[in-house]
């Protein structure tokens, strides 16, 4: 089984930073994309970051030049540094894991249980 696990959400305060670890662990130990996604009530989820093994990264709009991903391989872990939060930024974050990449915007088959991420202010 393909397990992952998240840390790091929390309340923090507008313009304040975060870091989302996820570490993927079970009887499959490779991925080909690994990254996060987010919903807030009533919202549709949407793709916050990507970052596949060769480390092609993918970012949603509204995060472009706030957040940055980076993933450990050997570690099969994948960070989410999330700076300058804004309340919009709050929502339930959730890891997700392919073993092959075959593009963005696919559904994927691996997901992490969500972390809260609350943002105040």
């Known amino acids: 089984q393909v397990q992952l696990v998240e840390s790091g959400g929390g309340l923090v305060q507008a313009g304040g930073s975060l870091r989302l670890s996820c570490a993927a662990s079970g009887s499959i130990f490779s991925f080909g994309v690994m990254g996060w996604y987010r919903q807030a009530p009533g919202k549709q989820r949407e793709l916050v970051a990507g970052i596949t093994s060769s480390g092609s990264t993918n970012f949603a709009d509204s995060v472009k030049g706030r957040f940055t991903i980076s993933r450990d391989n050997a570690k099969m872990t994948v960070i989410l540094q999330m700076n300058s939060l804004r309340p919009e930024d709050t929502a339930v974050y959730y890891c997700?894991?392919?073993?092959?990449?075959?593009?963005?915007?696919?559904?994927?088959?691996?997901w992490g249980r969500g972390t809260q991420v609350a943002v105040s202010s």
């Open positions: 997700y894991a392919d073993m092959f990449f075959t593009g963005w915007g696919r559904e994927p088959h691996h």
